[in-house]
């Protein structure tokens, strides 16, 4: 494993491994303007929600690590503290990421990539017409990390209107993350997207407790099949399959395999473990255990 100091690493070389690492990572498309009402706008990866109650967002326009001097946008919210926070989503990625050119502050950056601004309802910067989702924020406070080239300044908002497109709604006029269609930074030029080809579901463990990969038998635990991530998914699971289940599945599903493979116990067991390998990867959890402790159920 490779090993660094960061304070050993030119500043450079220490942001291409950080970005590299940390991904991927949502994009704020940040709309401000300065104390003439001149607009502009300029993506940032360095963005997240920290909170909603109060609803806070945070981005980090950071200092040129050529130059060290600050963007547009930070000189922009120290002037005037709104901002309006547009979603990126993949019909709107390369005019995304041609407004991060470096234009001039007197140039805006809605006429060189052709979005259209809308008029936010309480606050002066404009709304990305074509965004499927807009935060109108203002910002409460602005947190400088240092003075030299790379450096972040935390632009801390919060948000006082939110406008969303009834395209991306589902229908309990939620948004559905499959119509949502979001892009997201990755290191150097690379970008990822967000669709249903490479999204899946895991149920959050909030509201439940696994058993846990310690309470996992011994025989499954130390399978040449499983992975540890798949152990965590067995993991996952409130109680095991009663015998009766078991035994049930067994007769419907895994007979013909147990016939087969009657007088070879190892061959067995290996198999059993392959075809809970390709329930867990379907998140066919209950399934999965079934099949691991039909090995030695009657």
Same mark, same amino acid.
């Given at each position: 494993?490779?090993?660094?100091?960061?304070?050993?690493?030119?500043?450079?070389?220490?942001?291409?491994?950080?970005?590299?690492?940390?991904?991927?990572?949502?994009?704020?498309?940040?709309?401000?303007?300065?104390?003439?009402?001149?607009?502009?706008?300029?993506?940032?990866?360095?963005?997240?929600?920290?909170?909603?109650?109060?609803?806070?967002?945070?981005?980090?326009?950071?200092?040129?690590?050529?130059?060290?001097?600050?963007?547009?946008?930070?000189?922009?919210?120290?002037?005037?503290?709104?901002?309006?926070?547009?979603?990126?989503?993949?019909?709107?990625?390369?005019?995304?990421?041609?407004?991060?050119?470096?234009?001039?502050?007197? $140039?805006? %950056?809605?006429?060189?990539? =052709?979005?259209?601004?809308?008029?936010?309802? *309480? @606050?002066?910067?404009?709304? #990305? /017409?074509?965004?499927?989702?807009?935060?109108?924020?203002? $910002?409460? %406070?602005?947190?400088?990390? =240092?003075?030299?080239?790379?450096?972040?300044? *935390? @632009?801390?908002?919060?948000? #006082? /209107?939110?406008?969303?497109?009834?395209?991306?709604?589902?229908?309990?006029?939620?948004?559905?993350?499959?119509?949502?269609?979001?892009?997201?930074?990755?290191?150097?030029?690379?970008?990822?997207?967000?669709?249903?080809?490479?999204?899946?579901?895991?149920?959050?463990?909030?509201?439940?407790?696994?058993?846990?990969?310690?309470?996992?038998?011994?025989?499954?635990?130390?399978?040449?099949?499983?992975?540890?991530?798949?152990?965590?998914?067995?993991?996952?699971?409130?109680?095991?399959?009663?015998?009766?289940?078991?035994?049930?599945?067994?007769?419907?599903?895994?007979?013909?395999?147990?016939?087969?493979?009657?007088?070879?116990?190892?061959?067995?067991?290996?198999?059993?473990?392959?075809?809970?390998?390709?329930?867990?990867?379907?998140?066919?959890?209950?399934?999965?255990?079934?099949?691991?402790?039909?090995?030695?159920?009657?």
């Amino acid at each position: 494993m490779l090993t660094l100091d960061p304070k050993e690493l030119e500043i450079p070389v220490l942001h291409k491994y950080l970005l590299g690492a940390i991904g991927p990572r949502p994009i704020a498309f940040a709309s401000t303007v300065d104390k003439n009402g001149v607009d502009n706008l300029a993506p940032f990866s360095f963005f997240n929600v920290f909170s909603a109650n109060p609803p806070i967002l945070i981005f980090s326009p950071a200092r040129s690590g050529r130059t060290g001097a600050t963007k547009d946008t930070y000189n922009n919210v120290k002037e005037v503290p709104e901002v309006v926070i547009n979603v990126v989503n993949y019909d709107i990625v390369h005019q995304m990421s041609l407004a991060s050119s470096p234009f001039s502050p007197e $140039v805006s %950056e809605f006429e060189k990539t =052709g979005l259209t601004p809308l008029n936010s309802e *309480l @606050i002066k910067p404009k709304r #990305v /017409k074509e965004s499927p989702v807009q935060f109108e924020c203002k $910002v409460i %406070e602005v947190k400088e990390l =240092g003075t030299g080239g790379g450096a972040g300044n *935390l @632009i801390i908002c919060e948000v #006082v /209107k939110i406008h969303i497109a009834e395209e991306v709604l589902d229908d309990k006029q939620m948004i559905d993350q499959k119509k949502i269609d979001l892009v997201s930074r990755m290191g150097g030029n690379w970008y990822c997207r967000a669709d249903e080809h490479s999204m899946f579901e895991i149920e959050k463990p909030i509201t439940t407790i696994g058993i846990g990969y310690d309470a996992i038998p011994e025989d499954i635990r130390s399978s040449e099949i499983l992975s540890a991530n798949d152990l965590g998914q067995l993991g996952g699971i409130e109680a095991l399959p009663d015998e009766t289940d078991v035994n049930e599945y067994k007769l419907l599903e895994l007979s013909d395999l147990f016939m087969e493979l009657e007088d070879n116990a190892s061959a067995l067991e290996i198999e059993l473990h392959k075809k809970a390998k390709e329930l867990l990867k379907q998140n066919n959890l209950e399934d999965a255990w079934k099949t691991l402790l039909a090995f030695n159920n009657g």
